[in-house]
């Protein structure tokens, strides 16, 4: 007699069949993950908890003050252009959100969860449960509820509006998994950092321009202006989305179907997008593992054009090492990148609030002289080699031109288009002239006041902290830099702002004589302040080193 063996039953959530985990488990599991790494992250230090805390509070106030405030809308004539346009910037906000929390958050980066045994549907539905949980997604919840409230308007507006919240945050989550997914190996390389450096000064010139249109909503007192607006966007998803209940108020129940079915269809294609990236991500190997044909061309395009002309000589040698820095060194990177990023939202900022003029260049000026205050900080404990091939005053002043050079090689000509820029916003053409004097004036005397405060005030820049620009104990030698610096700049340029003042008073065309003056003066500014720092830098070279070694 046979006896049969007992089966051993399934564990919960799995198929009897396969073994393989349902999609309700699968949600569970990373609806757990997710909330498990949100309070464990909070319990890394105080900060952290209190970030987050503050995170959650301020999200949630928001979100509250915003479903009151659209509300309150509910049968305004421009409830539904308001409810348009906000869904179309927290969709906005959704596709850029891979740049800031995409390497953060585990739950949402695929390529960490690539050798987990899950099918792409599988991985689909965790990574959509896991991205609905959190400040953000509850901040958009409770906005898009503002907004169907204000919008909707009768019992089948109302049944519009309940379709309508849960579609839109459905596609906003879709749009936001799938651009992550593309882009996956993108944002966990070097590459994906500097970008995530962009978008940072993105986000700091979209919060100004967030204040100068609430500034301008707050001069007209009406929604007038979200009209034209919602007219452009009411058409594109997930905006089409508060069309549909919009429609379906007024009682026009066909364009509120084609509204809502035109967002559910763009869902879908995003879903089968971010399915097709997430099953090339988990199946094919990385290319850039790949190895290329060792034909050199590469290294031939590498070693030819500006860089083979520069490393000919000291001067060109020690400029294209700057500007290696400037650009493989993430925290300079950053320097230099806020420094181009505002030196040209400067202007157009100044421009939309009404305050714009020519001048505003000189922001431009300021920022990117900065850029050589703490030169021999900025190459870290390898500034020794360097110190190697400093042995008198010559050897000092040859290694602070070259530094000034590399930096000047980016900055005039992009002052010089600053300038253009700002004298086409504030349709000032002949104050281009004097603009771009006083211009060249700044930088030059940034130049000279940064190379003596980098020999007189040098600090460290700790390389195991991303926050930290500034060792602990050296905050002091970095604000006396900055400020000394700052007022003998204002000093050393001030020859020339006379100048100019001068010349305007006296005749529109003597104003064009500031931009030889400018140039003239920047470059003799700049040259009195290497020769004043060469000595100095030879002189305080163990101390320089001392400095700039400090952990």
């Not at 980066?109 to 509850?138: E, K, N, Y």
């Amino acid at each position: 007699m046979t006896v049969p063996s007992p089966t051993r039953p399934s564990p919960a959530g799995t198929s009897p069949a396969t073994g393989t985990l349902s999609l309700p488990a699968v949600a569970g599991v990373f609806a757990r993950l997710k909330l498990s790494l949100l309070r464990n992250g909070a319990r890394q230090s105080t900060g952290r908890s209190a970030a987050f805390l503050a995170t959650l509070v301020l999200a949630t106030l928001f979100g509250l003050l915003a479903l009151l405030g659209l509300s309150v809308l509910r049968g305004h004539r421009n409830a539904a252009d308001v409810g348009v346009t906000l869904t179309a910037v927290l969709a906005l906000g959704w596709a850029s959100l891979p740049m800031f929390i995409g390497a953060a958050d585990e739950t949402l980066d695929p390529g960490r969860l690539a050798m987990l045994p899950l099918r792409p549907r599988q991985m689909m539905t965790g990574q959509l449960i896991a991205s609905v949980i959190g400040p953000g997604p509850l901040f958009t919840l409770l906005v898009l509820l503002g907004i169907a409230i204000g919008t909707a308007r009768g019992p089948a507006g109302t049944a519009a509006a309940v379709l309508a919240v849960p579609l839109t945050l459905l596609l906003c989550t879709a749009l936001s998994r799938a651009i992550a997914t593309a882009n996956a190996r993108l944002l966990s390389s070097r590459r994906g950092r500097d970008l995530a450096v962009l978008s940072g000064v993105v986000v700091v010139a979209a919060l100004q321009l967030f204040n100068v249109a609430v500034s301008r909503l707050s001069e007209n007192e009406t929604l007038a202006p979200f009209e034209d607006t919602a007219a452009v966007l009411r058409w594109l998803p997930p905006a089409t989305a508060v069309e549909g209940v919009r429609a379906a108020g007024d009682g026009a129940y066909g364009t509120a179907l084609a509204a809502l079915a035109a967002t559910a269809l763009v869902t879908l294609l995003l879903v089968d997008w971010w399915r097709r990236g997430l099953t090339r991500l988990m199946t094919m190997p990385d290319a850039s593992t790949f190895q290329t044909a060792p034909d050199g061309g590469p290294a031939r395009a590498a070693g030819g054009g500006l860089a083979a002309r520069l490393s000919r000589g000291r001067d060109g040698a020690i400029m294209l090492r700057a500007l290696r820095y400037a650009w493989r060194d993430p925290k300079s990177r950053m320097g230099w990148t806020l420094a181009l990023g505002m030196g040209a939202l400067m202007p157009v900022i100044l421009a939309l609030q009404g305050g714009g003029n020519v001048h505003s260049a000189h922001w431009a000026a300021a920022l990117l002289g900065l850029q050589m205050y703490n030169q021999f900080g900025q190459d870290y404990s390898g500034f020794w080699l360097v110190a190697q091939t400093i042995g008198t005053p010559a050897d000092a002043f040859a290694e602070l031109r070259g530094r000034a050079l590399g930096l000047s090689l980016v900055a005039l000509p992009y002052l010089l288009l600053v300038t253009v820029l700002a004298a086409w916003l504030a349709d000032d053409w002949g104050g281009l002239a004097e603009a771009a004097g006083i211009s060249l004036s700044v930088f030059g005397a940034m130049v000279a006041s940064g190379a003596v405060a980098s020999a007189r005030f040098p600090y460290s820049i700790p390389e195991d902290n991303a926050m930290k620009n500034v060792a602990p104990g050296q905050g002091g030698l970095a604000w006396a830099g900055i400020v000394a610096g700052a007022l003998c700049s204002a000093v050393l340029s001030a020859p020339v702002i006379g100048a100019a003042v001068w010349l305007g008073t006296s005749g529109g065309a003597l104003s064009a004589l500031v931009l030889p003056l400018g140039l003239g003066w920047g470059l003799l500014v700049a040259w009195g302040g290497l020769r004043v720092a060469a000595p100095l830098t030879a002189a305080r070279l163990p101390e320089i080193l001392t400095a700039v070694s400090r952990a």
